[in-house]
């Protein structure tokens, strides 16, 4: 019997039913039960084990003054993990910290409830102590300023004395560990910390979480490692084993800033392995970044009004279109890799206004990993399901998936369409003119630049009180009569749609023009007309006696048969 185990736990674990018996009779005595088991590890393993001789005392308190001002980043721990305090504090517990007595004893309840480890290990003092002691024992060597890391502790616990169920819940991580290519050691050191942390109690795990900062401060054994070179190296390790489906990384629930960590299941490493089997083309993956792209941009529609007359929108993401079949003008989404504004100034159609997204896109590895991850979830979804346990399973992992599109996928590709360049034909618009915008409001004033550059004629005929814009209105300005003066003095000059419209016809020969020919030609660039507009403009050159209307072939057409026939008998004009 030690110090650190109270009475019955002796009689049960030495299985005596005699002394079971009279354990009972003497504990009925006692209305107040007392707990005799030990609250502070730390303590009693440092008076038994960790007591420094005098001799070993000036030097530690040297190296005390030397690196205390970096204790702060270094041993940067949860609320209630203990780090070096003091200088007393640091050369009694030197080369261990404080916390971590704690803690490893957290991991051997959990480990003995999860059947990791055999049912007479359990957190008390007693194991502390024995595990502490074979450490301590290990590294006995050691240069003056070595720390014993937490894994440390593991190597020398749980090394070869984990369970046949604890074994297996490691095994996949040690061997992706093993094809770690830059530092397998140092990765199977990362996977041992991650084991323990992430199997300690959920309660536990809510003041510890394995975090980075906290997977790095486990595995500090120097002070001469720069803290965030180490934290870089860790943050590799952690991706690549979430690469390898062996954890997956979880968001805080309750507004905490850093993300951790957690270990699959069995099923979720098989379903993982088979989402990452499925293949998701750029037609799935652009069928998802237009569903992004249009709840965000709420103004990107088919028809787009400008000046007299509204245009056609086609849109196009990866080469997939959509809104218009036949567009005036084309609103591309470019997703390349490495495509710049300089790129495409020789290259860009004149009708395409280009957002340029594909180098912020391909730039930022984790919003395309989980971008491609969330595609892959979705098309998963679409089989079969195997049994009860993978429903449940392909469930959470669908709520995962959905959990960081929302949070984390989203945002980033807005933030892309709210700052990546956008061109209008060969010319990208100046930053200047977007400055503020987001969202509809930016691509609105982006695709009013665009038609602007486009149509630069349209403004032409843009006053309403002058030129109709539907048939009741033409039909009264062909049928008013003309007054003395009206095309004398200062009206005695060509507007400057009429003169264009004059040119144009000029052009044309001594052929009679077709008046359909007429509206079609400038509907379109750089006029950009609504019909009656250009009708309108005709029958002014007529009322001019510049021009003459025909109608089927007839050459006397009174006003009345202009007026009631002209817009939708356009052709026999």
Not at 48 to 56: C, F, G, Q
Not at 101 to 110: D, G, P, S, T
Not at 372 to 398: L, S
Not at 526 to 548: K, S
Request: hydrophobic fraction near 35%.
């Amino acid at each position: 019997c030690t110090a650190q185990q109270d009475l019955s736990e002796v009689i049960n674990n030495a299985k005596v039913a005699q002394g079971r018996e009279s354990m009972g009779k003497i504990m009925g005595r006692f209305e107040v039960k007392v707990s005799l088991k030990g609250t502070q590890p730390e303590v009693i393993t440092q008076k038994r084990i960790l007591d420094k001789k005098e001799s070993a005392k000036k030097p530690l308190l040297e190296l005390y003054k030397k690196e205390e001002n970096g204790f702060s980043q270094r041993f940067a721990l949860p609320t209630s993990y203990k780090g070096y305090t003091s200088a007393d504090d640091f050369i009694d517990f030197y080369p261990f910290v404080p916390y971590q007595f704690a803690l490893i004893m957290q991991v051997f309840n959990n480990f003995q409830k999860l059947g990791y480890v055999a049912k007479e290990t359990k957190g008390n003092e007693r194991s502390i102590i024995k595990v502490v002691h074979s450490t301590a024992r290990t590294n006995a060597g050691g240069e003056l300023g070595t720390l014993m890391s937490f894994d440390q502790l593991y190597d020398n616990m749980f090394e070869t004395g984990l369970q046949a169920r604890g074994q297996k819940a490691v095994l996949n991580a040690e061997n992706m560990a093993r094809e770690y290519q830059p530092d397998p050691k140092f990765a199977r050191r990362v996977v041992n910390v991650l084991f323990m942390i992430c199997n300690i109690s959920d309660t536990d795990k809510l003041l510890f979480p394995a975090t980075v900062q906290n997977i790095t401060t486990l595995l500090l054994n120097d002070f001469t490692t720069p803290f965030l070179t180490l934290k870089e190296d860790v943050k590799k390790v952690v991706e690549y084993l979430c690469e390898k489906n062996i954890i997956r990384e979880e968001k805080p629930k309750k507004g905490g800033l850093d993300v951790f960590y957690s270990f699959y299941s069995e099923e979720e490493m098989k379903v993982a392995e088979l989402i990452k089997s499925q293949i998701v083309d750029t037609t799935y993956q652009a069928d998802q970044l237009r569903d992004i792209i249009q709840k965000y941009i709420t103004s990107l529609r088919n028809k787009e009004q400008f000046k007299t007359r509204s245009f056609a929108v086609g849109g196009n993401v990866m080469q997939r279109t959509f809104l218009s079949n036949n567009p005036d003008v084309v609103v591309e989404f470019n997703m390349d890799n490495g495509v710049r504004v300089e790129d495409m100034i020789l290259t860009n159609e004149d009708k395409k206004l280009l957002f340029l997204c594909g180098e912020q896109f391909h730039s930022d590895k984790k919003l395309l990993n989980d971008f491609i991850w969330y595609c892959m979830v979705q098309k998963y979804a679409e089989t079969p399901v195997a049994n009860e346990e993978n429903a449940k399973v392909r469930d959470e992992f669908g709520k995962r998936a959905k959990e960081n599109l929302n949070n984390y996928v989203i945002p980033k590709i807005r933030e892309i369409l709210d700052t990546c360049p956008i061109m209008t034909g060969n010319t990208e618009i100046d930053p200047m003119q977007l400055t503020g915008k987001k969202g509809a409001d930016r691509y609105s004033r982006a695709i009013e630049i665009h038609l602007g550059n486009l149509y630069d004629r349209a403004y032409m005929v843009e006053n309403s009180a002058t030129y109709p814009r539907d048939a009741a209105s033409l039909r009264q300005k062909i049928m008013r009569p003309v007054n003395t003066g009206d095309y004398d003095g200062m009206g005695a000059a060509l507007t400057p749609a009429e003169q264009e419209v004059e040119r144009w016809l000029i052009k044309q020969g001594s052929l009679d023009v077709n008046l359909s020919s007429i509206t079609s030609h400038f509907a379109q660039r750089p006029f950009g007309w609504l019909e009656t507009c250009t009708i309108y403009v005709v029958n002014e050159l007529v009322r001019r006696h510049r021009r003459d209307f025909s109608y089927s072939n007839n050459p006397s057409v009174d006003m009345q048969t202009v007026a009631s026939r002209v817009l939708s008998e356009t052709n026999k004009f």
